[in-house]
């Protein structure tokens, strides 16, 4: 069994509870003026030269409920999609807004509020406004994030288990693009799974736990994540599960039961373990398979996570959830509407390593 390290993985609780926990509380949202300015860290995390991701984190002077974020871009920029944000763009003007559960900043507080993968410029944007005032502190996108880093010193691995379905292990093979930008980012980790299957590049660990065709239901009821879990505890837990489920007919509220004996399980054998919950991506099969309400169960699943997370996360054993649905489009980035391809891969990784990214060491 892997022995955790409790000093480290409270380290990573703590940098992830001062990043999501606070915004994973149903606040209602409504917007407030910005009296006195804020800051803008906007932070180009990986540059692919057809593309980029930027991570952007806010500093409010005053206490903010409800935020609303505008810019323009150069010209020829363009976003392609976006999580934890309600966004527009027309021409090089962008707005980003909040979602409700993320809508609260304490006054002085730093957070990561939203991210997005673009095409065009990656050049950081000017006269950006909070709320219809202009910020007078943005940000140099070249500087050392603002957000709450962990404090543990370097040289200790952080081990995460990608679980899941086909969709993380066989053919899915996004494990290798998040190695990438994750190690490129200086993170100290290795995956861990009773599974071995190699994703480029060469370099990234192939252990997962990625299981082709099994339901999370199933695997909670005949014991077999709980043994996944023992084998190879990790300090840090990917999720993306329930597909098959959905596929299934499997009603929302039992899946989320199956996630809750997971969550469960792995805090008995790792009481600080950071959980990141994916929002499912598209379910939309070929017609011919006959699973025409596949598309909306997913939704519907996905619909019930937030609140589901929320009811669980602890301030040391943190449920982050991941959109993994929003800008995912399945003919697009799937190659028969359910399995990713080459750019759902590059989609998946983005949106784990923008919510992993900054709670590592």
Known sequence: MHNHRTRRTSALAAGAAALVVAGLGLATAGQAQAETGCEVDYRVVSDWGSGFQANVALTAADAVDGWELTWDFPSGTTVTSAWNTDWTQSGTAFTAADVGWNASLASGETREVFGFIGSGSAQAPTAVTL????????????????????TEPPGETVSIMPL????????????GNL?????????D????????????PSAADPSHEGHGGVL???????GSARDWLEQNTPDVL????????????????????AYTSIVEDLRELNPDALILVAQIIPLHPDPSFGCTDCPQRAIDLNAQIPAWAAGLTTADSPIVVVDQHTGFDPAVD?????????????KIAANWFAALDPMLP
Do not use: K
């Not at 899941?164 to 494990?175: A, F, L, N």
């Not at 930008?181 to 993170?187: I, W």
């Not at 999370?216 to 005949?222: I, W």
């Open 131 to 150: 709320n219809g005032v202009l910020c007078d502190g943005q940000i140099d996108p070249t500087d050392p994030p603002t957000t709450a880093e962990p």
């Open 164 to 175: 899941g379905d086909s969709i993380t292990g066989s053919p899915g093979c996004w494990r």
């Open 179 to 187: 190695w990438d930008l994750l190690v490129e980012a200086g993170h």
């Open 189 to 200: 980790i290795s995956f861990v799974g009773s599974l071995s299957q190699g994703c480029p």
């Open 216 to 222: 999370v239901t199933q695997a909670v009821a005949n």
């Open 238 to 257: 990917l999720m993306h599960f329930g597909t098959n489920d959905a596929w299934s007919a499997i009603p929302p509220a039992q899946i989320l039961a």
């Open 334 to 346: 799937a190659y028969d509407g359910v399995h990713p391809n080459e750019a759902g891969y590059v």
